[in-house]
């Protein structure tokens, strides 16, 4: 195994993002892009019409990536990590504080 992807329901024909990881040395090579259009066809099968992620305003590649896929910046949860996580969390030489909350309406 060198990726997975994670997409749960979290509301009526909306489901979220949860995880997308690829094994570091198999990065770069368009896995995720791979992994994240599975999930928009898993959550269409499912009768999803959006498709939500949150992320970390310091986790560049994962921003880029979805907006890329067709994700849109909807919101921005100020200081999630800084109150949900107990040790900083630095990236990218960024400390990550706030969740940028994207939306992807599911084409038909």
Sequence with gaps: MVGVVVV?????????LMNV????AYR???????LIAHAVEQA???GAKILEVGT????LRQLALSQRMGF???GVDLDYFTRNYSEPI???GLLCRDMIRLRLEIPV
Aim: without cysteine.
């Design 44 to 46: 269409r099968g499912a």
């Design 28 to 34: 770069g090579f368009g896995l995720g892009r791979i």
């Design 56 to 59: 970390g305003n310091s986790s």
């Design 8 to 16: 749960i329901p979290t509301r009526p024909h909306t489901m979220e």
């Design 72 to 74: 849109r910046i909807v």
């Design 90 to 92: 630095h990236e990218n």
């Design 21 to 24: 990881a690829v094994v570091q």
